[in-house]
């Protein structure tokens, strides 16, 4: 079998030289056993995302003895142990989260690779994980539907993973890469990722038809200041206050939990005007004091940095160009 040439240009000493010719493809029967098995990786990258053995089995489809021995297999051939695992539970040993940490990366460059060769085909594939807020539907400033649908029709073999979490977990799963860029309002940025402005939400205090504050035709600062607030869960301890209280009687991780709450008329709370327009115009909501409470939340692009050119990434973000011109 011929061996595989160096590249033009390029000098090697006799040490190199070995080493290059000593690699071979995985199908090659002469090659040496390689130093862990790409299987035996992503199913050590699907326990560590898992968190342990049990929680890997639906994903893997495997029994956790199984998983196990793979484990096992995978710890023997690199020489070290990945992870703790026992009565005290599982976790991934310090050398672990670092092969972990390179594992992802290594996935990453081959599926952008895999994908820049189905590019040059002119043939977009795979799967493609998008992550968006809850009641993003109702707001005109960006047409998710739209957007979604003609990247779907332009590139029919890639599969969307469509998820609505909350911020906090939006910016998490892009760093770990479970997601592969997201949209929302994200009040607390993280390190490691890129963040583009699309537009501006108005969010304004709401309270409903049952709430006693409805019919009450002089409204003050201190009347509001001392119902019963919604809190959301991703905020931080001073951002009620920030808004102009001092406590909450509630807490939501999303604005259709938020919602119910306001209607049930126990409540006054921050909602999406778009999100509210509908029972204002019903007579079900009302806005309270708008030149006192209120406040704008900045929607952003987010994508994981080093990401931003792989073809998937770049294809929705053109889709979504087409409505915003900070792309």
């Avoid at 860029?181 to 402005?197: N, Q, R, V, W």
């Avoid at 201190?222 to 206050?241: C, F, K, M, N, P």
């Amino acid at each position: 079998m011929s061996q595989r040439a160096a590249r033009p240009g390029v000098k090697m000493d006799n040490t190199q030289q070995n080493r290059y010719h000593s690699i071979k493809f995985f199908g090659d029967s002469t090659m040496k056993e390689p130093l862990y098995k790409l299987r035996l990786l992503r199913i050590f990258v699907c326990v560590a995302q898992n968190k342990g053995f049990s929680a890997a089995q639906q994903a893997l489809k495997m029994s956790t003895s199984a998983i196990s021995t793979y484990m096992s297999q995978l710890e023997s051939q690199l020489g070290m142990p990945l992870c703790n695992r026992g009565r005290s539970g599982f976790s991934l040993t310090s050398k672990g989260q670092l092969i972990y940490q390179e594992a992802l990366e290594l996935f990453s460059r081959i599926d952008n690779f895999e994908h820049y060769v189905l590019e040059l085909k002119g043939d977009l594939r795979g799967t493609l994980s998008v992550g968006i807020l809850d009641s993003m539907l109702s707001d005109p400033k960006i047409n998710i539907v739209e957007i979604i649908g003609e990247f779907t029709q332009q590139n029919p073999l890639v599969h969307i993973n469509l998820k609505i979490l909350s911020p906090f977990e939006l910016q998490r799963e892009v760093i770990e890469s479970k997601l592969d860029l997201a949209i929302g309002s994200l009040p607390t940025k993280m390190s490691g990722l890129k963040y583009t402005h699309l537009y501006i939400e108005q969010h304004w205090l709401y309270c409903s038809d049952r709430h006693p504050l409805f019919n009450n035709p002089e409204l003050t600062v201190s009347a509001i200041t001392h119902q019963r607030l919604v809190d959301r869960g991703y905020w931080s301890s001073t951002e009620a206050l920030r808004h102009g209280f001092t406590d909450s009687s509630a807490t939501v991780d999303s604005m259709e939990a938020e919602l119910i709450l306001v209607l049930s008329g126990s409540y006054i709370g921050y909602l999406p005007d778009h999100l509210a327009q509908r029972w204002v115009d019903e007579q079900r909501l009302r806005v309270l004091l708008p030149d006192v409470f209120g406040y704008q939340a900045e929607f952003s692009l987010i994508v994981k940095n080093g990401r931003t050119r792989e073809p998937l990434i770049q294809a929705l973000r053109k889709g979504i160009s087409e409505n915003f011109n900070s792309l």
